[in-house]
């Protein structure tokens, strides 16, 4: 790893968090939009050239659920592709070391057997949902294993799955545990709640905290031992019906859950097999439990 770290997207989720933990010793240059749009390819390589950094995570994106990528499906495209590629190509450009660059577990093919591994990125084409999101990280995947590939620089990617914990300062957090603190809390102190879906579907939940945490002892490992991308994760999954009772007894809530089967709960099981990462020496630091006390504590500020 480099000493001096850019980090693009730094007042994004998981951006603010890669600060946050950037280890000690380490230069972090946290560039806002309007110091360093990266749609512009020149004023990309004139940052480079001049603020020199040795290592660059890229963690700036276009980023949303399902309905905002199916609104705005060519932007979604377009935007994910020119930022990563002139990012990327700046970036061998100036000869930058070592890249990490965070692409995501949509990436993997639609109907990917669960727990998803490295080498069954390719195997299909993501899920249609989310494809022109998830075809442009495929495409910075793939552009930093090239250069990897070619000039031996640490080019590398990461694959993070759904990430809950702490989000940014007045923008409403999205995703189904946000959406289910919301519910109970509206139902307080007993009145039922109603779950979509039999409750046994499964989802893998990682505090943003660890895969900023993830991030930076990845960045920290021998550019020898690496793959070219990476699982982040805890490589387990959470049922529905774990997920309520764990918020219902962090919120304090002592009603009756309900699921309702006739309602859609997507895929049963969606998990990254992160046995890559765990045999790197890396461990979790936050459990489901601190997650959804964070999302409450930055809800009551
Ligand atoms: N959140 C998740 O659950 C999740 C899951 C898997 C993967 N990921 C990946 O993790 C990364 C970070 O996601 P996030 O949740 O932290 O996203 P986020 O909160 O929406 O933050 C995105 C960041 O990108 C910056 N950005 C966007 N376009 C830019 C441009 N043209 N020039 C400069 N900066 C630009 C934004 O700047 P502004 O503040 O100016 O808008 C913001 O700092 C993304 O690559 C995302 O695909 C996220």
Redesign the pocket.
């Known amino acids: 790893m480099g000493r001096r770290v850019l980090i693009?997207?730094?007042?994004?989720?998981?951006?603010r968090q890669l600060v946050a933990y950037a280890p000690a010793g380490v230069e972090v240059l946290a560039p806002?939009?309007s110091e360093?749009?990266?749609?512009d390819f020149s004023a990309v390589g004139a940052y480079l050239g001049s603020m020199k950094p040795e290592t660059v995570i890229h963690?700036?994106?276009?980023?949303g659920g399902i309905d905002q990528v199916q609104a705005r499906a060519s932007e979604f495209f377009e935007?994910n592709l020119r930022?990563q590629a002139n990012l990327i190509e700046a970036a061998k450009n100036h000869r930058v070391g070592q890249f990490c660059f965070?692409?995501?577990?949509?990436c993997y093919p639609a109907g990917c057997p669960s727990p998803q591994r490295e080498d069954q990125l390719w195997d299909g084409p993501p899920d249609v949902s989310l494809r022109p999101y998830a075809m442009a990280?495929r495409a910075g995947i793939e552009h930093c294993a090239t250069i990897r590939r070619e000039l031996g620089l640490d080019y590398f990617s990461v694959l993070?799955?759904?990430?809950i914990g702490p989000g940014?300062e007045g923008q409403p957090a999205t995703?189904v545990v946000p959406m289910l603190i919301e519910r109970f809390l509206a139902s307080m102190p007993d009145r039922e709640v109603v779950v979509w879906g039999t409750g046994r579907a499964r989802r893998e939940m990682m505090d943003v905290r660890d895969a900023a945490r993830a991030i930076w002892h990845l960045v920290g490992i021998d550019a020898v031992d690496r793959m070219p991308w990476t699982n982040l994760g805890l490589g387990e999954s959470l049922s529905i019906a774990e997920v309520a009772a764990t918020i219902q007894r962090v919120v304090g809530h002592t009603g009756p859950i309900t699921f309702d089967p006739t309602k859609p709960e997507g895929v049963l099981d969606k998990c990254n097999d992160c046995t890559i990462l765990l045999d790197s020496g890396w461990r979790p630091e936050f459990t489901f439990e601190d997650s959804v006390r964070s999302i409450l504590a930055q809800r009551n500020v």
């Open positions: 693009t997207g730094a007042s994004g989720r998981l951006g806002s939009r360093l749009d990266l749609l963690a700036a994106a276009l980023v935007v930022i965070v692409a995501s577990s949509g990280k993070p799955p759904n990430l940014r995703g």
